[in-house]
């Protein structure tokens, strides 16, 4: 058991779809990038074939949940229409559902049709860049679906979100952005939440540090804590590298996070992630 970080959210379990997941020790959730223009890995997946590869890799190193996105959510990226969404997403979401049935599978979107269709196929929980800002029906839809449902910040949209990030306090900012939401969602029905601050989304990467140093303080809302860091800005430039050289970094800030009450760690790298949470756990 974890000398630090752990939080009575930690005890919690997320079900959907007859499938249940504790969160008593943290969980991996893998990405699976169906864009062409992600910071990191876009256009890897280009056929079925690589697609289930992919996955299959995910699940065998560790990965509890994987994360399906047909949208590239990187700063300054091009806007996709919401059929161009769905054509990307279902007949992959299809395709793993078919061949993967007991495993957690996220779609990442912000649009509550896209949810809508997607449970429809067999999608276990929605993940919110946006925490219920952009489309103002997605709390009504997820409370509906009975899924998960991951609440994020952001500052702007992905358009505009790193042009000039301030705040009077972003910790406090952060914090008060995801307790309104959240008691929206609440007052909405929905009754799995999950949030998460947003790292790289309308910060700087002084924001950035800042919210890791302060993640303890998130634990006051009770609920689970996603960390999703992996191979961002916040750890390449300040390395003076790339995205493709940031996996040692990436680890890391996923350590960091684990001992501050991290329940999900989302990651394009699940050994490593993995690994992190088994040495963690014996700290």
């Known amino acids: 058991m974890r000398a630090q970080g ?18 008593k020790t943290p969980v991996v ?12 890995d876009g256009g ?6 690589e697609l289930l590869t992919k996955a299959e ?8 949940i994987i994360d399906i996105g ?12 919401e059929e161009e969404e769905l054509q990307r997403l279902l007949p992959a ?16 979107t912000y649009r509550s049709k896209v949810a809508q269709r997607a449970a429809g196929e067999g999608a276990d929980m929605i993940n919110d860049i946006s925490g219920g800002t952009f489309d103002n029906n997605m709390f009504e839809v997820v ?9 994020m910040h952001i500052e702007g949209t992905p358009q505009t979100m790193q042009q000039n990030p301030q705040y009077k306090d972003v910790v406090t900012d952060v914090f008060n952005f995801l307790s309104k939401q959240a008691n929206l969602a609440k007052q909405k029905g929905v009754t799995q939440l999950i949030i998460d601050v947003g790292f790289g989304f309308g910060k700087t990467t ?3 540090y800042t919210l890791l140093a302060n993640l303890k303080r998130f634990e006051e809302m009770g609920l689970p804590i996603l960390v999703g860091a992996s191979r961002k800005g916040m750890i390449y430039k300040t390395l003076n590298s790339t995205p493709q050289e940031a996996l040692n970094g990436t680890t890391v800030i996923n350590t960091l996070a684990l001992l501050s009450g991290a329940n999900i760690l989302r990651v394009h790298d699940v050994k490593e992630a993995t690994e992190a949470i088994k040495l963690v756990d014996c700290y």
């Not at 890799?57 to 509890?64: L, V």
């Not at 409370?143 to 609440?151: E, M, T, V």
């Open 143 to 151: 409370a509906k679906l009975n899924l998960p449902y991951i609440l």
């Open 44 to 49: 890897s997946l280009t056929s079925e074939k």
């Open 57 to 64: 890799k995910h699940i065998k190193e560790g990965a509890t």
């Open 70 to 81: 047909a949208v590239s959510t990187k700063p300054d990226a091009v806007e996709v229409s």
């Open 6 to 23: 752990t939080n009575f959210a930690s005890e919690f379990n997320l079900t959907a779809n007859g499938k249940t997941i504790s969160l």
């Open 93 to 108: 979401l299809k395709v793993l559902r078919k061949n993967f049935p007991y495993v957690f599978l996220s779609v990442d």
């Open 206 to 208: 002084q924001h950035n």
């Open 29 to 40: 959730m893998g990405i699976l990038n169906l864009t062409p223009d992600s910071f990191y």
